[in-house]
């Protein structure tokens, strides 16, 4: 379960402001991925990375922007923040298998906009 | 578009039991068939996953899950549940070579003692 981590866990931060969400991944994996979970709209990918040179948007990347620093560093920026996007965001990873991939998920951030 | 359905927002039962959670996608293709769980306050697990082979999957915790392609189906079943698997569910499937990880609404599942 320690093989993915987020950091921050919980976050409260004000509308407008500027958050940075990271994930590190201990898997040696080369897909990362981030999603936001709301309740009742189960999770919703964000973006998306297949190595460090590939960046992709997901459903819902208006308002988010990604940056792959390495291969096991894949963080979220909020450039300003919105009440909206309060929500629990997971990090995943998966291996290079294409469709047979299996996502590993992080333990989550939960943040609140106000 | 790519979609997974999941019929029931909520399912409350007693210990003991019988499960099952209904889970459709959409999707005329080679599909790739997963179901996660997150217990309170805790990331998402795989239960277990459908690649090909044997349409009837077990995983973990007592759990499996039949995929009936014709039916565009992949329930989860568990013939006894605990007070433990108190949780929700999520269907997922990836559709196609390269497609991306496709999550229904998901389920709650609230298991009286």
């Known amino acids: 379960d320690a093989d993915v981590t987020q950091t921050p866990r919980n976050r409260i931060t004000k509308t407008g402001k500027r958050i940075m969400l990271e994930c590190s991944q201990t898997k040696g994996h080369d897909r990362m991925y981030w999603y936001r979970q709301d309740p009742g709209l189960g999770l919703r990918l964000i973006y998306y990375?297949?190595?460090?040179?590939?960046?992709n948007k997901g459903e819902i990347s208006d308002g988010y922007s990604v940056s792959r620093q390495a291969q096991a560093k894949f963080s979220l920026s909020l450039e300003s923040a919105i009440p909206n996007q309060t929500a629990l965001y997971f990090c995943?990873?998966?291996?290079?298998?294409?469709?047979?991939?299996?996502?590993?998920f992080g333990p989550g951030t939960r943040l609140t906009v106000l | 578009a790519q979609s997974v359905s999941q019929h029931n927002h909520h399912v409350i039962l007693s210990e003991a039991a019988s499960l099952e959670l209904g889970c459709n996608y959409s999707?005329?293709?080679?599909?790739?068939l997963f179901w996660y769980v997150q217990y309170p306050g805790q990331h998402l697990q795989l239960l277990l996953k459908?690649?090909?082979?044997?349409?009837l999957v077990k995983g973990i915790k007592g759990f499996e899950a039949e995929f009936i392609k014709s039916k565009f189906s992949f329930n989860l079943r568990k013939p006894s549940v605990q007070w433990s698997d108190t949780a929700e569910y999520f269907c997922a499937m990836i559709g196609g070579s390269q497609g991306n990880l496709i999550f229904g609404k998901g389920t709650k599942l609230s298991v009286k003692p």
């Open positions: 995943a990873t998966s291996d290079r298998q294409g469709a047979t991939d299996t996502q590993y």
């Open positions: 999707y005329g293709g080679t599909v790739n």
């Open positions: 459908y690649f090909s082979g044997d349409p």
């Open positions: 990375s297949f190595d460090v040179k590939d960046i």
